[in-house]
């Protein structure tokens, strides 16, 4: 067993006592994924990428045939641990917005449209329309490693077969309905990509934060009742339980018209009018949209939120993206429940 196989045993023993487990997710040395405990992790010895794997590896960075050691993705997919990832592509801007924050955007080569806004990616490779997918140009890539979000696929029906068959490793990152799920896709990449400290910094910052707004919370005086608006008029969309943005608005003490409702929801603006929120908010931003035509809308002029100015627009990644950057979009939404408590 090499140094790094070493360390990396060690860096899993750690996270195994210090972390309750709370899914089925593999670290890439067979673990179990829960949720990194940043102090624990400083006191295991890096595991820096740039160590000499005494010849174990072979030129692509695949393990020897006796050396294969296989896990499970966040889908449950079995997946094989590669050593050396060079190469990535990502399907989708949260997914960049982790490695990013790993400190491995340069590893990016190709990427979906939407990442090109993310920090250190090169908005040059980012043209990929994963809706419409070209196998050969992501053939002709030979990538290490491809990750996919928000996508469960199998068998035939799996686009990504023929690169799989050429023997390109494919990450599934299912849809994440929840600010733990953010944590446990955050470990998961840090622990496969050899990034654990990094990633454990990240999770950290988010459950400082959850603890922050929580502390904040406990001094709301009066709840307020709260509409969230993902898709403006005349196509409103809005969210219900088991999505971050619930958590994020049930975290700052407040109360979610749609809560008793679940996932994404196509709703009407009778439906709103009816349950007279105290606060509106959107994070609907695209060329030439004004948030404050809400505030016009036939009929919701006798809104308490549209009568006491209390219509806020919060910023559309951070509060749709699932990554690390949902710590902004807890604090923005926070702020615009509850201004006289979380104006700090």
């Known amino acids: 067993m090499n140094i790094k196989k070493i360390l990396s045993a060690i860096t899993a023993a750690a996270l195994a006592l210090c972390m309750t487990a709370c899914g089925a997710d593999s670290t890439r040395e067979g673990g179990t994924i829960t949720t990194a405990d940043l102090s624990m992790l400083e006191t295991v010895t890096e595991t820096a990428e740039a160590e000499d794997f005494d010849g174990e590896d072979t030129e692509n960075g695949s393990p020897s045939n006796d050396d294969t050691k296989m896990i499970e993705d966040r889908e449950g997919n079995v997946i094989e641990v590669r050593n050396n990832v060079q190469t990535i592509v990502s399907a989708a801007p949260s997914i960049s917005e982790i490695l990013s924050g790993l400190g491995l955007a340069n590893k990016i080569i190709a990427a979906d449209v939407y990442s090109a806004d993310v920090d250190g990616v090169d908005p040059s ?12 140009e992501l053939t002709a890539l030979s990538p290490d490693l491809i990750i996919v979000s928000g996508m469960s696929m199998s068998g035939a029906d799996d686009p990504y077969a023929a690169l799989k068959e050429a023997g390109v490793n494919v990450i599934y990152i299912p849809t994440s309905n929840s600010i733990a799920d953010v944590k446990l896709d955050i470990e998961f990449l840090a622990s496969y990509l050899l990034a654990e400290q990094q990633g454990a910094e990240l999770i950290a910052g988010i459950t400082d934060a959850v603890n922050d707004i929580s502390e904040k919370a406990a001094g709301v005086a ?7 608006e993902i898709g403006a008029a005349p196509y409103l969309y809005t969210c219900g339980i088991n999505t971050f943005i619930n958590e994020m608005i049930t975290l700052a003490g407040a109360e979610n018209i749609y809560g008793g409702e679940e996932g994404w929801i196509s709703n009407s603006e009778e439906s709103v009018i009816a349950a007279n929120p105290d606060v509106i908010i959107t994070n609907v931003q695209y060329d030439g949209y004004d948030f404050n035509e809400i505030k016009s809308r036939a009929g919701w002029e006798n809104i308490s939120a549209v009568k006491n100015g209390a219509v806020y ?5 951070e509060t749709s993206r699932p990554s690390q950057h949902i710590v902004e979009g807890m604090y923005q939404v926070a702020e615009a429940i509850y201004p006289e408590i979380f104006s700090e």
């Open 125 to 136: 490779v980012c043209t990929l329309d994963f809706y419409n997918l070209n196998i050969e």
């Open 222 to 228: 009066e709840t307020k009742s709260v509409y969230f």
């Open 313 to 317: 627009c919060v910023g559309a990644n």
